[in-house]
């Protein structure tokens, strides 16, 4: 199948890793973008997080390039969790 | 791997992909998995395990006069513990909560509380503590279920949330693989070895689809704030105050009131227990919280029972706890993202679910365990017949799935026969008896471990089903012999707590020794369970 020793460590670490970066980061900005009280938001991106995680395992799995893999959870994870920091005034 | 190649070209990378992933991700986390659902599934019956497994214990008699009870645990509660900042009372309404019960926190000593939090189980008459050996009951079994044991809770919440995860994959890669998923549905081949197992995998998969998928993805909901914490983190800041700002903007009934105030009477109970159950209904109250008691500005929050639906967590009323105005009405839930995530929640917990519909939670859990018990046999029916078709030596880590698969297959539901053998055996006095139930349990488990280790696999298979009929078909023998509750006078009493665990152990001993009947009427030479030898030259080619 063409996916051992260190690129399919590489490739599952990317899916459970980066995937949760993406996970977090996806949680935070749909929570930030709706007009709802932060509470509300909170819970709201927990709901969607996991969808967006499990979607990234399937999705890492599915191409199965490690530099792929990586780059194209973290670009996202991290525009993401930029904007969603913004949009919801984070105090960090 | 080789069927998926005879797909559609176009598709086949990416179904091979997928199947890829299904097989791999639910081989290494299967025995888990198969540990999570098991317990989780014997959870849904966690109060009557604990009635039976503390068979001390008179029966339950929920819907008591709801005023008398109230009154006697508030009295247990004055002397236990005078000067808590806050007095919990338990009404035994329906299964969840079979007896009174009360809970305190934030006494001292120095007042002359018997500790400074603490609860008790408490008859509802003579507010005396009902008490039972001390046993893990039905609540270490659930608890195990997403706590683990041996563990620490961040340990726990890692190797579960990952699980987890991955049954969430498992289950979407399992769809995607599944091109014909409601022809299969109706497909079973019995006897066909590979074929047999795949049939069964897919039927236990397919049939509770639903409810994987509402189990796994709501397991996930359920334990968000500890997963995803930095989801919360970016909207209120780190720390602890961060976390309680949100649980008091999105969980706490408005009207509560930080400083306790001056000491005052406690408004009369009667009073208030009237007006709620004239909205809720008669026995309707599940719990009567009261903050700062006996202090001007306590507070009297009551609960409402939860078994009308499934994402309804009841109302809550606040009253002033010295005047007794009602204050606030609060509904289930406040916003729509907490009425979903309060519905998943339910759904996951079944709290409100009558017998029947119990009783259905109970055999969707099998089916999921049953889907990941045949997955992780499939996996090594399919390199067996592999590995017998190349007349090669059996690959080591073929050898290996097969002995963890009847060591945990078998081996885990002998461990929890012996946990309640452990519970009628064990003496009632012994320290830590609780905790050595649960040892004798994992030790069982890993005798079995280890019996498949040093046993050809198909014997073990046979030997170790011969061992469960025995070890879950006697456990009502047991019970007649060490209980006054056997199985003819719980069912001439109408005790469906007892009868049920009875007939239910009994029946999983009948089905045990009817797969180890099966197993050793075999030919001795097919040497392995999963594949018939007709199957080795019937199917594949």
Redesign the interface.
Known sequence: ?G?SGWRLCSVALAA?LAGYCL??AA??FI??LLP????????????C???V??GA??WA??V?RPAQVWLGLMIPACALAAA??VL?G??? | MQKITREDPSEGGFRQAMAWLHTWSGLILGWLLFFIFLTGTAGYFDTEIDRWMQPELPRAQPRADTAATAAVLLQRLRSEAPAAERWLLLLPVDRNQPYPGIAWRGAAAATGASAASGSARVDGSSGKTLAARDTGGGQALYRMHWRLHYLSRAQADVIVGVATLFMLVALITGVIIHKKIFKDFFTFRPGKGQRSWLDAHNVLGVAALPFHLMITYSGLVFMAFSYMPLILTAHYGAGGSAQQQFRAEVSDPPGLVEAAGEPAALVALGGLIAKAEDRWGQGRIRSIDIRHPQHSNARVIFHENIEKAAGNAGERLVFDGVDGTLLHTLAPATSAAQGFRGLLIGLHEGLFAPPLLRWLYFCSGLLGTGMIATGLVLWTAKRRRQAVRAAAATPAGLLLVEKLNVGTVVGLPLGIAAYFWANRLLAVDIAGRADWEIHIMFLTWLAMLIHAAVRPAQRAWGEQLLLAAFAFGALPLLNAITTERHLGHSLAAGDWVFAGFDLSVLAIGLVSGWAARRLWKRPRQAAYLPVAPAALDGTGS
């Open positions: 199948m996916l459970l996970a977090t949680g935070v929570g930030s709802v009280p932060r509470g509300e938001a909170v819970l709201i991106g927990m709901l997080s996991f969808v995680y499990a395992v399937i799995f599915a199965r969603g920091a919801a984070s105090p960090l």
